[in-house]
């Protein structure tokens, strides 16, 4: 059975070490702050010029003036702080941030990223993303293992316009999990969904992999 | 006596510093922190070919997505269109110019700007279609891509609090971009919520110092906008982000 979106966020959580500062895409990765083990301090970062991501706020409660980078409303902690959106990236471009975890539309087996436009028919705009590659030291992407028709996402080469070139450190779909020790490592199947075969992940998976 | 920068309306803040195919810096993160005033008063002066340099360019109808209705803007420097259908819509078709900048790219491009400093090198976008046409350069095996530094004729931002000399305050992530964009215009224009008479700020909490800010007006009142209202119950953990 494939693993759901609150799983895939619950097994993206579990990447989080303490102390780390984080940048969570949006969709799935919004969700992983739900899953943050209790007692672990992780301090959540928002490209638009924050540290320190509340959760959404009460009913009634919402601020205008204070939502995350998916334009949500959000509330702010007693250790959160505020900066501009240069500062912001000057936080993530220059290294200081641990982790992020971003959606894909397509990742490659060397670890290109592609997840901001589709030729012709969809665009969105890279918004945060080529900043978070470039500078975060992880890179962990949540993605469904297919298509909506039924493509491989995790394939030998990128077709879409790329994000970045190597910079994806693990990938979690919801038929498994890969990872890599190094940006120089080959991926390696780690883990498999309960009731799903290796035999069907490599049939669904043209990238190469260990495992 | 020196002249004010104080300006008794939108309209007035803009008369005799617009026209046709400027460049405009506008701060601004979806519709939080937008100088939807100014953006108001810019559309209602009928100034054609604009480039603008704006993180995204609002939502259909509101911040800078007004101006793309009415087909004021030449060209856009952004990063994100998503959530504008006009914005996707005029692209796709042709109709705009768009020029897309990673977001840390562009703030830096911005900050860069505003600070003299005419390009630098960054890994942001290297081996991506942002690289293309663009000098790239290896040191210790990483590639870096040469990016120019934005100055605009003008600027236009949003604070919350700002003096009558231009010193301004900006509350939570109402911030954004509107720091930086307010370094890179030629005449910065900013609104405020409040606008009060110097002393009444304290000088170590000003965000963006009054040499930056050319005219301000009072905007007040603000019908703030929510894009994305999400909110927990009360019986709800402290963590809870599902919506």
């Known amino acids: 059975m494939p693993w759901s979106r609150e799983d895939l966020a619950a097994r993206a959580a579990k990447e989080l070490q303490d102390g780390f500062y984080v ?3 949006i969709g799935i990765p919004t969700l992983v702050a ?3 083990a209790p007692g672990m301090k992780v301090v959540l970062q928002s490209e638009n010029g924050m540290l320190g991501i509340g959760p959404f706020p009460f009913d009634g409660e919402e601020d205008p003036d204070l939502i995350n980078a998916g334009k949500q409303t959000i509330t702010e902690l007693i250790s959160s702080s505020y900066f501009s959106s240069a500062d912001s990236f000057a936080m993530i471009r220059g290294g200081h941030i641990d982790m992020a975890v971003l959606g894909a539309m397509e990742v490659s087996e060397n670890g290109d990223l592609a997840n901001w436009m589709v030729p012709g028919k969809m665009v969105k705009g890279m918004g945060g993303a080529m900043d978070l590659v ?11 293992h297919t298509s909506k028709d039924g493509e491989p996402k995790f394939k030998a080469k990128c ?12 990938v979690i779909t919801d038929l498994a999990v890969f990872s890599r020790a190094s940006r120089e490592a080959p991926f390696k199947l780690i883990e498999v969904a309960p009731g799903v075969t290796a035999e069907q992940i490599r049939s669904k998976t043209p990238a190469r992999y260990v495992g | 006596m020196s002249k004010s920068k104080v300006y008794p309306d939108a309209e007035s803040a803009l008369r005799g510093i617009v026209k046709d195919g400027m460049t405009l810096c506008c701060g601004g993160f979806g519709l939080c922190g937008v100088p939807e005033k100014l953006i108001g008063a810019l559309h209602d002066s009928g100034v054609r070919n604009l480039t603008v340099v704006s993180n995204n360019a609002g939502t259909d109808g509101a ?3 007004l101006l793309l209705v009415s087909r004021q803007i030449r060209k856009m420097i952004s990063s994100y269109v998503g959530e504008n259908r006009e914005f996707e819509r005029q692209y796709l078709a042709g109709e705009l110019e768009l020029e897309f900048s990673p977001q840390g790219t562009m703030a830096e491009r911005v900050r860069a700007g505003g600070a003299g400093i005419y390009a630098f090198f960054t890994k942001t976008g290297a081996g991506t279609l942002v690289a293309e046409g663009k000098e790239t ?4 095996g990483e590639t870096y891509i040469l990016e120019t530094g934005i100055v605009t004729d003008v600027a236009l931002v949003k604070a919350w609090k700002g003096d009558t000399e231009g010193n301004l305050v900006y509350r ?3 911030r954004n971009f509107n ?8 005449i910065t224009v900013a609104e405020v919520e409040e606008l009060v008479e110097p002393g009444t700020l304290h000088p170590d909490s000003i965000h963006t110092p009054g040499i930056y800010v050319q005219r301000i007006i009072n905007g007040s009142p603000y019908d703030k906008k929510i894009e994305k209202l999400t909110v927990r119950k009360r019986t709800e953990g402290s963590h809870a982000m599902v919506s």
């Open chain 1, 23 to 25: 940048n969570l895409g």
């Open chain 1, 34 to 36: 739900n899953y943050i």
């Open chain 1, 134 to 144: 470039a500078g975060v030291k992880r890179v962990v992407v949540v993605m469904e």
């Open chain 1, 159 to 170: 077709e879409l316009p790329l994000t970045g070139t190597n910079v994806v450190d693990m």
């Open chain 2, 63 to 65: 911040g800078l997505g």
């Open chain 2, 137 to 140: 350069r290896v040191v210790d």
């Open chain 2, 172 to 174: 939570k992530t109402a």
């Open chain 2, 179 to 186: 720091p930086n964009m307010a370094t890179a215009g030629r």
